[in-house]
């Protein structure tokens, strides 16, 4: 069984719960579809720490919009 989990860095404001819930039904197609059994976290963070875990991750300078890891 595949699992969600959503949480945000600390000086982020939580997203409305109808995103949240269009962002889990997705997460359900997408595990039904191809049959996932691992977890996906998510995590929202502001450009701060998305510039320094840029830097840290991709020894790229400035913000991106997504990074994602193979764990």
Known sequence: MAFLNISYEETV????????????SI????EKKYGLDSSVEVVFINDAY????NS?????????DVLSFDL
């Open 13 to 24: 404001e939580p997203l409305p719960n109808e995103f949240i819930g269009s962002l889990k």
């Open 27 to 30: 997460f359900e197609v997408v």
């Open 50 to 53: 998305m510039e320094s875990l």
């Open 56 to 64: 840290q991750f991709r020894q790229k300078d400035g913000t991106t």
